[in-house]
Each structure stands twice: as structure tokens, then as C-alpha cells.
């Protein structure tokens, strides 16, 4: 065995006493909540609202590429995933890359969305801000783009406007198999909870009852999260990261609850865009109708949005020009993190660009 080298071990302790500083402040750093991070950042301006809902224009001076893109979000989380830190956020990336892009945040609902049902979205909210995207940029068409439940919104309104001024549309992480739901899905199912026993007092689904549903999808997870903190809490870059992250991963919002009891009645019981019985606003609706050109993206280790449950969705769609990405992440590292910045990313602006103008 060689011989120790004395400085080598000194170097070594050296290295983990400054380690174990920078574990210590940030440790306080996280624990007190000071110096929290900025998320969201990307400048943008409020151009329409409808309740609680507004549509973001990001500004562009170096806007080169139509028609624009219009963003549709989640109904039960916070938008800012998609532009979570400066350096490490979707939008920031697109708009680099030329693209004017518009985002439909729905807000916090309250006791006045509680109501609201999904011909809401699909054919009010979503055309009309279609409209407005179109009416401020000159453009005849606009590129859609749908992010989870988003995406199902999106499919779901292309499907039931076949005449609707769409360029393309790209869905990320969206369900179309509710079997394939897990924890979060049976609860509704086989555990057989109606959806009126855990309305909130605005008639709502209360973001607890969502977060604890996303928790018994990866009961461990929050133990590997802290242990994973630990070993690179000395990096601020990596506890940035993580702050922003968990912030987002529980920052819930209500689901209104007449969209909650339609999801949990046409789309986990019946499983309806599977089984082709799902009806908006009273019209049959089918993703056979959709023919738009086409992209799908999918996560591999996606707990929240399995690949069973998302992958049946690209021989459903009626487009000629149809495609799937299927990347090996997690269902958040499709926008944020390597994946995105390496591929995700990448392959949604080829796919955007080979179907828009780009001016010289």
C-alpha cells in the first residue's frame, strides 16, 4: 500500500471544513427563507385577462419567428416552471431562439371560477386568447402549445375547432390513459372519493388534496430529496436550484370544481379520450379530428404523468404530420435542468421552426 501523502489528507480536510461552512449558512439560508429565489423572471406584460386569467406577451426585440407561440399551463399549478430561473427557464430559451411567445397563466381560482367547466377553457378561454395573440401580432395563425393538463386542454380544443387558426400544436407530459394515473387516478376510481367531499368552501378542489395526491405517487421521494440536499447543500448553485424547484413542486393552486368533477367523471372513470366518448359542451369530440401537424413529448420517468398514460396519444391524433419525443426524464426535467436545455428544447424549436417563417 503507498504511502499517505500528508498534504493530500490535509487538502482533503481542508476541502470538507469549507464544505461543511457553506453547508452550515445555506442550511440557515433554507431553514429562515432569507435570500429567496427570484422566479419568473422573464419580462413580460399583462395584454388580456378574463377573471382570473391573464395572457403574457414575453417582450422580444428580437422577435424573428411566425406565427407566434401561445403557451396554455396547467389548471392545478403555478406557470413559472416554465421560466423558473434566469439561465434555467424554457421561455428564456425560446425566445432566444426568435420566437414571440405569448403564455395563458389561469391564475388562483376562487368562488367565482368554481363553475367553471371545461367548454370553458376549451372553447372560450383558449380561442379568445388565440384571438387576442393573433390580433396583436398581425399573424393569421398562432403555433399552440399545451404543458400536462394543459396539453389536454389544447387537444381538446383543436379536436372540437378543426377551423381553428393553428400553424401546429405540441403537447408536453399531457394524459390521454387515465388507467395508467397510479395513486392519483385510483383514488378517484377504485377508491371510489367523489369529488364533492373534498370541495373546498369556494366549491373548489383545495391544492392540498392535489399535493397530497402527487406525494403518495413517490412516498420516498421527500426522504432522497433531503438526503441528495445534504450531500450539495455547500453549492450555492445547486441550493438555488433546489429552492426554486421545491417551491414550485408544492405551490399548488384549486382545480374549479366543475372541471374537477367532469376530469374525474369523462376522463379517469370513463376514460373517455381512450375509449373515444368524451363530449364538450354538449358535441362528441375526437382526437381522430385533429389534424394539425404535431408533436408529442414524453418522459420516461415521468411519476406524474406515466409514459403508459401519455404514450397511446400519438396513434390517436389524425395528423399525417405527426410526431413523439420520448426523453429519459422526469416530468419536470422536460423544462427545466439538462434534458431541457440539451434536448427537449432543442427538438420543440426544429420541430417549431420547420413549420413557422423565419425572417432574414
Known sequence: MPPTNPMAVLDRIRHEVERNALRTRNGIRLATGTERVGVGQAPKDVVWRAGRCELWHYR??????SPPLLI???????????????????????????????????????????QNRLEDYVDGYIPTAVERVR???????????????????????????????LRSLTVMATPVDFRHMGPLGEIFTTGGLEVDSVLDENGNLPPRVILQGFRALTPIAEVTRYVNLWEKLWSDEYVAAYQAMTSWSTDHIPFPGAAARETVDMLLRNNGLINDTLSVGGDPVHLADVTLPFLSVLAARDHIVPEAAASPLIDLIGSVDKHELRLDAGHIGLVVGRTAA???????????????????
Not at 422580444?60 to 419567428?65: C, E, G, L
Open 135 to 165: 390580433e396583436l401580432s398581425g399573424a393569421g395563425e398562432v403555433n399552440l402549445l399545451g404543458y400536462c393538463f394543459g396539453g389536454v386542454l389544447t387537444l381538446l380544443h383543436a379536436a372540437h375547432h378543426p377551423d381553428s387558426p
Open 72 to 114: 396554455v399551463f396547467s389548471l392545478i399549478s403555478r406557470s413559472y416552471i416554465l421560466d423558473l430561473t434566469p439561465g434555467n427557464s424554457f421561455v428564456e430559451r425560446l425566445l432566444a431562439a426568435g420566437f414571440d411567445v405569448y403564455l395563458l397563466d389561469w391564475g388562483v381560482p376562487d368562488e367565482r371560477d368554481a
Open 60 to 65: 422580444n426585440p428580437n422577435a424573428t419567428v
Open 342 to 360: 440539451k434536448t427537449t428544447v432543442p427538438k420543440i424549436i426544429e420541430f417549431l421552426l420547420t413549420r413557422s417563417e423565419v425572417a432574414r
